[in-house]
């Protein structure tokens, strides 16, 4: 059985957008923080042999920059992964190795968990990320915070979230004030 582990990017106030499209004008908004230990990092919560699991707007995004991003360890490890992707345009998936998780995507979902095979992990994708989590389909949380407010822009957790327990496993603190914590899905909060 694999694990589902979801790494996010995120600020103090739980906005995970990065790109610059949709008029959001705060799009490089971690580079300043970045560091090699911050990577070396981020790389050891991916693992060395992981899969990726992904919506189709991160997956789009991702194939128009992984490809030519150069020979990296980031890159390397994102380009050889097999990416499986929430579709309905199957088809036009280009960025490979790739698969669709076909038409119903939580049966998809639990049944490439259920087999054999390494992580299955999830960034961007916020609308895959709240299935997951209303689902329990989650394993593992690893937020990235950054320490800025963005004030608007794609949040982690939306509003109409049912809430759920986490455990907290670790945390790591980058020499720029980046906090990775890593948490464990535990389920719906208890009453």
């Known amino acids: 059985m694999r694990t589902i582990r979801i790494v996010e990017h995120i600020s103090l106030d739980g906005v995970i957008q990065h790109e610059n499209d949709e008029n959001f004008v705060h799009g490089a908004w971690t580079t300043p923080y970045r560091t090699p230990t911050g990577l070396e990092t981020v790389l050891k919560a991916y693992g060395s042999n992981f899969d990726l ?20 360890p980031m890159a390397n490890g994102l380009n050889a ?15 490979g190795p790739v698969e669709d998780l076909g038409v119903d995507i939580i049966a998809g979902i639990r049944d490439l968990k259920s087999t054999d095979g390494p992580d299955l992990i999830v960034c961007g994708s916020s609308t ?26 794609k949040r982690f957790f939306s509003d109409t979230a049912n809430p759920r327990e986490l455990a907290f496993v670790s945390t790591m603190t980058t020499s720029t004030g980046v906090l990775l914590n890593k948490y464990r ?7």
């Open 53 to 72: 699991l992904l919506g189709r707007r991160t997956y789009d995004n991702w194939s128009e920059y992984w490809p030519k991003a150069g020979n990296n």
């Open 81 to 95: 992964a097999t990416k499986h992707v929430a579709t309905h345009r199957p088809d036009s998936l280009e960025w």
């Open 128 to 153: 895959l990320i709240a299935v997951l989590l209303e689902q329990g389909l989650a394993d593992e949380i690893i937020l990235i915070v950054y320490p800025v407010l963005l004030g608007r822009g």
């Open 185 to 191: 899905y535990v389920g719906p909060l208890a009453a």
